[in-house]
């Protein structure tokens, strides 16, 4: 060392003063060397620090409590700056329980940044919403998601400050960020319930009502607004005393609705279950109950309004109904019945005293077996054996009797019953007297006979009339030599053979309104092709259905055929070795359909029904319209003529 050189050194002493008390000091002790490096001289100096190390002693002590509190807070606390990166200065123990890194690979970014954790959906909402409170020097508080280090998504809540500027000249934060992943999830929960009560509640075909002991409205659905068509700036008071005062008005008795709602709020334990008639018609059944919490304290009162008027209108109508048939059932003239399975009467209506004449009444045959009705146990057999088959009957016609031993003509219409297993166990029906009515058809049927014998007489004389004018004709025919006179007496001769063809079928047939077609048509063209001379030569084909039309259409058909069948005997073959004549009838739904064809000559095209001088296809045209019909002619391979009409 050089001549004269000082060298300093401290140290640090504890000791106890007179009287006991700890103290500490500071020796400051300066030497001095010679050219050899020897000391030459030393200069101590003392110091009491005690109240320096006291201070120190109590900043340490408090680091250590804010470092375990710190470590202990469940959340992290950070100082970093305001930079892309979040970059950390100082963060708490509690970042390993947050995040999953430690503490030191956050620090400075050294192993990964907190803007990384981060959820990169929320990174900008982040640092935006930061930003916007650094610029208004505020805190601001924010919660977003991370990503901890096993990929866990978290939610945090942050809350930070501006504290100071960096030599960067970048502003410091520091702050807090804490767990709430479980209160997140506990609000999507509650969220989801709410929701999922919320559907509930305005899904219900009733409307719900809550109120509180103080009148304030908790719950109300839409089903309430709308039963009671309240205007939505009254259903968002949550005063429920204003509701009540627009509604009573709707019904038909408003101080006695108001009255109800006191009485209910005074007496909170009470339930109540009454109807209430509105203005409209509408009647709704109200409901109302005390709601009470776990401990039984009453927090409100719920009310329920269920629209039940189609439900007393049915009602109504049920009613009336039961008024109804309780009177037809007891006036009614014929019997109502039920019989069990066994024979029992079950009930029987009153009027059993009409149709037996007075001598049973309901309360006589009510428990008796039905077996003593019968005049003959076969009837019963035979009934109940119809009626087990086919389950039902209909005017099944039988003999009942009465006290005195004399029978009377029924006609039960009944029905079998089931039990829930599908085993028989009643017949309902009813019984109707028919003595009147049998007498009646007796006496009808006596006159029918009387009828059909005269008509069989009538039918029988026409014909033999038309036979002399038939007779009369043909005898002035053979004295006359002209040609056109003859021709004319024969066409009227062929025309009222027609009729007699008819006539007989009458006189013949048991139904003197309707008769078969092919009954009548089909000898009446043998009858009328028969009457040439050249009838051997020309081949009759028939294709007849076989159903039925009334005397009146079938007397002008047979004119009409009478006409085209002689048309086409007279002029269809001239010069010709042979014919073929197809003639067909048919019935399709409600069309009626004759075709009568021939495959001679052909019809002229001059001649047609509207314009022909000839008296036969005039009156053929004449006889169409009376049936109401029509008719065409084809001409093609020879003469086709189709008559239709409907019935």
Not at 141 to 151: F, G, M, S, T
Not at 307 to 315: F, V
Not at 363 to 377: A, E, F, V, W
Request: glycine letters at 6%.
């Amino acid at each position: 060392m050089a001549l004269g050189e000082e060298v300093s050194d401290t140290v640090e002493y504890e000791i106890l003063d007179k009287d006991g008390k700890l103290r500490y000091v500071q020796l400051i002790n300066k030497m001095i060397y010679n050219a050899e490096g020897r000391v030459v001289a030393s200069d101590v100096v003392a110091h009491e620090i005690t109240e320096r190390k006291m201070m120190e002693i109590a900043l340490k002590e408090n680091e250590r409590k804010i470092r375990t509190i710190l470590g202990n807070v469940p959340g992290m606390v950070y100082r970093c700056s305001n930079n892309c990166g979040w970059t950390m200065d100082y963060i708490s123990e509690g970042a390993f329980y947050l995040t999953g890194y430690h503490p030191d690979g956050l620090l400075n970014n050294s192993f990964i940044a907190y803007a990384g954790l981060i959820h990169e959906d929320d990174q900008p909402y982040v640092w935006n919403k930061i930003q916007d409170a650094i610029s208004r020097n505020g805190d601001w508080e924010i919660e977003y998601r991370i990503l901890a280090a096993d990929n866990i998504e978290k939610w945090v809540l942050e809350r930070g400050r501006i504290v100071g500027i960096d030599s960067d000249g970048k502003e410091i934060l520091e702050g807090f960020i804490t767990d709430i992943t479980g209160r997140k999830q506990s609000e999507e929960s509650l969220r989801n319930k709410s929701a999922l009560f919320e559907s509930l509640l305005n899904s219900s075909i009733d409307g719900i009502l809550i109120v509180d002991n103080r009148g304030k409205k908790i719950v109300q659905n839409n089903r309430t607004i709308e039963l009671w068509k309240i205007p939505q700036h009254i259903a968002d008071i949550d005063d429920d005393r204003m509701q009540v005062k627009h509604v009573m008005h709707m019904t038909k008795a408003p101080e006695q609705f108001v009255e109800k709602i006191e009485y209910l709020y005074n007496h909170q334990d009470e339930t109540s279950r009454d109807e209430i008639e509105l203005i409209d018609g509408t009647v709704l059944d109200r409901y109302s109950a005390p709601v009470l919490d776990s401990d039984g304290i009453c927090y409100g009162r719920i009310w329920l309004f269920h629209d039940i008027t189609e439900n007393k209108r049915a009602g109504e109508q049920i009613r009336r109904r039961e008024e109804k048939y309780r009177s037809i059932f007891e006036n009614i003239q014929d019997c109502y019945y039920e019989v069990s399975i066994e024979g029992t009467i079950i009930e029987i209506s009153p009027s059993i005293e009409i149709i037996s004449n007075g001598q049973y009444s309901r309360n006589d045959l009510i428990g008796t077996s039905m077996d003593d009705l019968y005049n003959n146990i076969n009837d019963r057999d035979a009934f109940l054996s119809v009626i087990m088959e086919r389950e039902s009957v209909v005017d099944f016609e039988i003999f009942l009797k009465n006290k005195d031993g004399h029978s009377f003509p029924c006609t039960i219409s009944s029905k079998l019953y089931y039990d829930a297993h599908g085993s028989p166990v009643k017949i309902i029906g009813s019984i109707r007297n028919i003595s009147e009515r049998k007498s009646a058809e007796n006496k009808i049927q006596s006159l029918l006979n009387e009828k059909e014998l005269i008509l069989k007489e009538v039918h029988h004389r026409i014909k033999n009339n038309m036979n002399t004018i038939y007779g009369v004709l043909a005898l002035h025919k053979e004295k006359l030599n002209d040609p056109v006179s003859v021709a004319a007496l024969e066409d009227a001769g062929s025309r009222i053979q027609s009729m007699m063809v008819l006539y007989d079928k009458l006189y013949r047939s048991s139904d003197f309104i309707e008769i078969s077609v092919a009954t009548y048509l089909s000898p009446l063209v043998d009858e009328i092709v028969g009457n040439f001379p050249n009838s051997d030569s020309v081949r009759i084909e028939k294709n007849i259905d076989d159903f039925v039309l009334d005397v009146k259409r079938l007397q002008s058909l047979g004119i009409i055929i009478n006409e085209l069948l002689t048309n086409i005997m007279k002029y269809a073959f001239t010069g010709r070795s042979g014919g073929l004549i197809i003639f067909s009838a048919s019935l399709k739904g409600t069309a009626v359909s004759f075709i009568i064809q021939d495959n001679g000559n052909g019809i002229p095209e001059s001649i047609d029904f509207k314009n022909s001088n000839g008296f036969g296809l005039m009156l053929v045209e004449m006889l169409i319209r009376q049936i109401g019909g029509k008719i065409t002619i084809e001409r093609i391979a020879g003469t086709k003529f189709i008559l239709e009409f409907e019935l």
